[in-house]
């Protein structure tokens, strides 16, 4: 909702009348599988058709979990105002709850939300529920044909009607003119008119149906959440009672997500961010303009003090961004025109765990007022990302790379050994899953920093990430869990566990980091175990060890233990398992009977380089039969389970299907280590894989010729959640 920009002067002339088809209500497919990911891309003032296919070819394969869009109900159509030709803040002044919008119809609404749900990204749509059109326009044209009357307060097509809304002296608007002047007076910030925008009466139990029955028929056709425009300006309670109206989500069957728009400044502690996250989250004013202070105005190593910053609400509760619509044109935040001081402050929002970050595209502009790009009759053109008239860094490579580092380090919510070189250079990780780094000065610059990070060689994401051979951009080596890193300058650079060199591809979307760490550090050797149990008789057992482990080409998996028969802990005299039935390295060994045996797996390269598994050592005791020992590299015994995955796909010969995951046990989304699964049952594809317990993760199918080449399935990832117990199958068909 405009703070400052909407003038009370919304009179305009128009040129034409529209009008539209009224289409079937459509219902929303529950059957989809959303990316677990808390970053939103706000792409503002899109119309559906683009921001369908921005999720489908950009938003879903990087990751995010939502897209904000612009509102879609019916509103004023102003061909001329003292703003310009169709000003975008038009949208803003609802007629009608119908979906003919100067973004499309009804039907380009629900099949955007579809196309969205396909590629695994949520929607959440801005809702004026405030207020409708100016009570001051003499203009009546729409973009849905709806007719209404401004200074007779009445909606036909909702219907309103003049006692639907609040009055001059009404017994809740105690102002004369019936305008907000007080603006720390709560009665009359919540009752009367902003920027004499009709105030809808919310105390009514007839409005809020009303104002439920819109957002229900959205979350109907499958919106996810809301962004609540001019939440400030309806009472806490009167929201929470429209809320308790409002259905579940069909694709998740949960509470649509709320963020409320709540301008920071007031001094009326009632009027404050913090009084209404009973309701929901709120934007993140305050951090935005603390951002700008740094970026812009300040130094980046004062960013370290941010856990000290006077803030609007808790990380917890906030939708968390850089700019927005309003603030880019007040300047009161940083905007796409500051260059490379934005792109970074979108990359530290993407980096520091502060709320749920929301990226912002719009369009660009050289008046305050400005229409996107449409045509003479206001309708929005699609967006295009290379005329210079759409801002679009949501599409960026290195935030789409960010997006994936947010999500690989989302389970870690602290930040470790915040280190500033200089005053705008500065260095962060988050745990052991991804360090971070940005260069706000003019010359490059270079350091060792403390990553958390396991040893070995990472692809720096904002310069292109991991592939199957290696890097698209910057390599850079840990070692000792330290790395000397060159930032260029105005630059940032990203690591994160899931983009190792060569553990890599672009072709399935970012999974957050499941339960367990993907990448914990690597153990340099087993921990130390006591001297084994003697054999009491001297006799021996034949023990099987089966353990599920993806390889490279020349590279074979090894048991090694704590007893002479395992290798006595000496790599050298580790037992070689056969891999005949790959990826299931097997192999029966000689043991003592009634013995207690520590081991573990190791994987030795043609060099004779030796990888140990990363979980603490595994025990068990020997008796006088023969035991198998069913594990998955790098899960230890207690918290393995099973899974049989079955694929119904056909092939050529000599193609053969795969499974590959987020996790290190699926391959890491490795197509080198995905897991082949069986054509015995052909054309459904099997296999039991050995999964750690409790533990959600992504996964696709993809298939291999006889040369190598691999074909992803499309759509969005599939999900699953292992529990505590064993015996888990899914069963799917190739898409």
Request: hydrophobic share 35%.
């Amino acid at each position: 909702m405009p703070m400052k920009l909407r003038t009370a002067a919304v009179i305009a002339t128009i040129a034409a009348v529209l009008v539209t088809t009224t289409v079937p209500s459509l219902t929303a497919n529950a059957a989809v599988t959303l990316n677990d990911s808390d970053v939103t891309a706000n792409l503002w003032e899109w119309n559906w058709n683009s921001v369908a296919a921005a999720c489908t070819n950009q938003l879903g394969p990087a990751g995010y979990g939502a897209v904000q869009v612009a509102p879609p109900a019916e509103s004023v159509s102003l061909a001329t105002s003292d703003a310009g030709v169709h000003p975008w803040w038009e949208v803003y002044q609802p007629v009608s709850y119908n979906l003919t919008s100067r973004f499309g119809t009804r039907a380009q609404f629900a099949a955007m939300v579809t196309a969205c749900h396909n590629a695994g990204v949520r929607v959440y749509a801005d809702a004026v529920v405030n207020h409708m059109a100016g009570a001051n326009n003499t203009l009546t044209t729409t973009y849905g044909g709806s007719t209404f009357s401004p200074t007779g307060y009445t909606y036909p097509s909702v219907p309103y009607a003049y006692d639907d809304f609040h009055h001059p002296n009404d017994g809740y608007c105690a102002d004369d003119d019936g305008v907000i002047d007080d603006w720390n007076n709560t009665a009359e910030v919540q009752n009367c008119m902003l920027l004499s925008l009709s105030d809808l009466k919310t105390q009514s139990t007839t409005v809020r149906a009303k104002i439920a029955a819109y957002l229900n028929d959205l979350i109907g056709l499958g919106v996810d959440g809301f962004r609540v425009d001019a939440a400030k300006h309806v009472s806490v309670a009167d929201f929470a009672a429209i809320r308790a109206l409002l259905n579940n989500t069909t694709a998740e069957n949960k509470a649509p997500y709320i963020a409320q728009e709540i301008f920071t400044g007031a001094s009326n502690s009632e009027l404050k961010p913090a009084a209404f996250t009973s309701n929901g989250d709120v934007l993140g004013f305050s951090y935005a303009m603390g951002l700008k202070s740094q970026f812009a105005n300040g130094t980046l190593a004062n960013l370290a003090t941010i856990p000290s910053w006077s803030l609007d609400a808790t990380s917890d509760q906030t939708y968390a961004m850089v700019t927005n619509h309003d603030l880019e044109r007040d300047g009161t935040t940083l905007r796409y025109q500051d260059g490379t001081k934005y792109t970074l402050a979108n990359y530290f929002l993407l980096a520091y765990p502060y709320g749920q970050p929301s990226i912002y595209d719009g369009f660009t502009w050289s008046s305050t007022g400005q229409s996107p790009p449409a045509d003479a009759n206001g309708y929005v053109t699609d967006t295009s990302c290379t005329s210079g008239a759409w801002q679009c860094i949501t599409q960026s490579t290195g935030v789409k790379g960010m997006v994936g580092w947010h999500n690989a380090t989302a389970s870690v919510t602290t930040v470790s050994d915040f280190t500033a070189p200089a005053s705008n250079i500065i260095g962060f990780h988050r745990g052991s899953l991804g360090w971070f780094g940005i260069n706000a000065s003019a010359g490059a610059s270079t350091a060792t920093y403390t990553t958390g990070l396991a040893n070995g060689t990472y692809c720096d994401v904002i310069t292109g990430g991991a592939t199957a051979g290696g890097c698209a951009g910057t390599a850079i080596t840990v070692s000792g869990g330290t790395a000397s890193v060159t930032i260029p300058a105005n630059s940032a650079v990203a690591l994160h566990v899931n983009a190792r060199s060569g553990g890599g591809t672009a072709s399935p979307t970012t999974s957050a980091s499941p339960t367990t760490s993907a990448s914990p550090t690597a153990s340099a050797s087993p921990s130390t175990s006591a001297s084994p149990s003697a054999s009491p008789t001297g006799t021996t057992v034949s023990d099987t060890f089966n353990v599920y482990a993806t390889t490279a080409s020349g590279t074979d998996v090894y048991v090694v233990g704590s007893i002479p028969a395992l290798g006595s802990w000496n790599t050298a005299s580790a037992i070689k398992l056969s891999a005949s039935g790959y990826p299931l390295w097997s192999g029966a060994i000689a043991l003592p009977v009634n013995t207690s045996i520590e081991y573990k797996y190791i994987k030795k390269d043609a060099a004779g380089n030796v990888t140990w598994e990363t979980n603490a050592n595994r025990t068990f005791t020997t008796g006088t039969a023969a035991q198998t020992l069913d594990n998955s590299w790098s899960v230890a015994n207690a918290d393995a389970t099973d899974l049989t995955f079955a694929e119904y796909a056909t092939t050529t010969t000599g193609t053969n299907v795969y499974v590959v995951g987020s996790i290190a046990s699926l391959g890491s989304w490795d197509p080198v280590n995905a897991i082949p699964l069986s054509s015995a049952a052909y054309p459904t594809w099997k296999r039991l894989v050995i999964l750690p317990k409790n533990t959600y993760f992504e996964y696709k199918y993809i298939k291999k010729d006889a040369a190598g080449n691999v074909t992803w399935e499309s759509g969005a990832n599939r999900s699953y959640t292992t529990g505590s117990s064993a015996g888990y199958a899914v069963s799917n068909t190739w898409k």
